[in-house]
């Protein structure tokens, strides 16, 4: 009897949790590596996702390594 219920419980998290909350879909990710005479790198990334509530979020990063002269 305990082996079901532990069974059950651990079906419901792992089916239940996710269709309760939703997925995020990804609707454009995109990625770029530009490098420079000097041996400067500047990545870039954008990222826009679309959550389950129907709001769009974009999230931006960008990073800059210098060589050491």
């Known amino acids: 009897m305990k082996l079901r219920i532990t069974f059950a419980l651990f079906t419901a998290m792992v089916i239940g949790v996710p269709a309760l909350t939703g997925c995020d879909?990804?609707?454009s990710d995109k990625k770029q590596v530009e490098v420079k005479d000097d041996g400067t790198?500047?990545?870039?990334?954008?990222?826009?996702t679309r959550e389950a509530d129907?709001?769009?979020?974009?999230e931006e990063t960008k990073?800059?390594?210098?060589p050491n002269k």
């Open 25 to 27: 879909e990804t609707v």
């Open 41 to 48: 790198v500047k990545k870039t990334e954008e990222k826009v």
């Open 54 to 58: 129907g709001t769009i979020k974009k």
């Open 63 to 66: 990073k800059v390594d210098v």
